[in-house]
């Protein structure tokens, strides 16, 4: 599905119009929330040249279906992703802040090794406008793709679909 938005040229793939598709030699941005990111990102992370990941607030992640009563999910989570994700600072960008994240964990053991790849780039800038050539963060980088991937949520953003 392409459609222009903020004067965006490439081609811009909203909801899940991604599934099924190869990306095969393609610089790829994903703009999504933690939970929608998980499953868009290790689809993408197989076939694209490069993908750069815009998180709009991580989310807590299993990696395996535990069968844990609702007050460990989250600490175990937290173990989870102390144990897949080794450098501190990419840990640090990928944990929710306590006040706002009230989602239960989702299961997903693929997310933060798709994140560790060499091809593969976590921006922890917001997004703050879609450029002819891609994506602008908030620190004013252009962060230049040939195809924007956003998630249910940020297909919603009036500021990036207009």
Not at 48 to 57: D, N, S, T
Not at 87 to 94: F, G, I, K, N, V
Not at 121 to 133: D, E, F, N, Q, R
């Amino acid at each position: 599905m392409t459609a222009p938005a903020g004067g965006y040229a490439g081609e811009l793939i909203r909801g899940d119009a991604w599934r099924g598709r190869a990306f095969t030699g393609l610089a790829v941005a994903v703009i999504a929330p933690g939970r929608e990111a998980a499953v868009i990102v290790p689809e993408l992370v197989r076939t694209a040249r490069a993908v750069k990941v815009f998180q709009e607030e991580p989310d807590w992640l299993l990696p395996l279906p535990l069968p844990l009563p609702g007050r460990l999910a989250r600490p175990a989570a937290r173990i989870g992703l102390r144990l897949a994700v080794r450098d501190p600072w990419t840990r640090r960008r990928l944990t929710p802040d306590a006040r706002f994240n009230r989602h239960r964990p989702r299961v997903d053991g693929r997310y933060y090794a798709a994140l560790q790849e060499p091809h593969c780039t976590l921006v922890s800038w917001p997004v703050y406008a879609l450029v002819p050539g891609g994506v602008r963060s908030a620190e004013g980088i252009e962060h230049h793709v040939d195809c924007i991937v956003l998630g249910e949520s940020a297909a919603r953003r009036e500021d990036l679909c207009a």
